[in-house]
């Protein structure tokens, strides 16, 4: 017997995502209307984004979280991946301890983090005399990113199989020569993931950035400071760009792993 979908849940479904995505649409929306009004309609235009890109402070934010997330999400891809490697290849219970200590942060709030990460910044900053910017700033992302590529490789570690890397050293490779030429193909989409959603969620961040970017704007901060004010269409248009943004790199992950679990289920 099939389980009965009564109208009750599919209403509760449908209010939910109502909720969760209407007032974005109405914001997607009034970022074309033609006059600052935020309730009614006057007429189409792009005019908001023109002004959004002819406005240097923007701009600079852009380039700032773009360089950050860039930047970030291949050393946290690096890290993360040889750090997944350490992981998978301890003992049971140290491999257990270390995923428990791994998933700490990313259930952490985020306000957390980024106080902490403030607080040694400070303090180290007063030890070796440098202030908070663009290096803690890069530090904090790459901090926060790394055990999203953790999560994101073991699952392809533990696809492999046991004998693999002994078998290619049997066969006259070092273990680097090992490691890049067989290991690494193997679990390369896994890494490939942890690199789209280290970027992912650094072009996304605000709370950890606030708190550790000292002088430096990213995006997200820049949003926040224009919020202070008379809100600005112009704050519409680039939180549709963001919006549009990060829902594209969602759903180039998902199709990934798709293709992947197809792939895999092919296989066998």
């Known amino acids: 017997m099939k389980p009965k979908n009564g ?6 479904t449908f209010l939910l995502f109502f909720f969760l995505y209407a007032p974005i649409l109405v914001l997607i929306v009034f970022s074309f209307n033609s006059t600052k009004s935020r309730t009614v309609w006057t007429g189409f235009t792009f005019d908001w984004y023109v002004k959004l890109f002819n406005n240097d402070a923007i701009l600079s934010a852009l380039y700032t979280t773009l360089l950050v997330s860039v930047l970030a999400a291949v050393l946290a891809t690096v890290a993360g991946t040889f750090a997944a490697v350490g992981i998978f290849n301890m003992k049971r219970r140290n491999r257990e301890l270390m995923l428990q200590v791994n998933n700490i942060p990313v259930v952490n709030a985020d306000i957390i983090t980024g106080v902490s990460l403030c607080i040694l910044f400070v303090f180290l900053g007063k030890m070796l005399g440098f202030e908070l910017g663009f290096g803690t700033l890069l530090i904090a992302h790459v901090t926060f990113n790394i055990p999203y590529v953790i999560l994101s490789v073991l699952p392809k570690l533990r696809q492999l199989d046991n004998n693999l890397f002994e078998a290619a050293q049997d066969l006259g490779c070092s273990w ?15 890494v490939t993931s942890g690199l789209l959603m280290a970027f992912t969620l650094s072009i ?9 970017a000292g002088s430096v704007e ?12 008379r809100i600005s269409p112009e704050i519409n248009a ?7 943004t990060i829902l594209l790199l969602l759903v180039v992950i998902n199709v990934r792993e798709v293709r992947q679990e197809k792939k895999a289920a092919g296989k066998n």
């Open 176 to 190: 680097m020569q090992a490691f890049f030429k067989v290991i690494l193909p193997e679990i390369w989409p896994g």
């Open 218 to 229: 990213t995006l997200s901060m820049r949003i926040y400071a224009m919020t202070k004010k």
């Open 204 to 212: 996304d961040d605000f709370v950890i950035s606030y708190f550790t």
């Open 7 to 12: 109208k009750g849940g599919r209403l509760l």
């Open 238 to 244: 680039i939180s549709t760009i963001l919006f549009l």
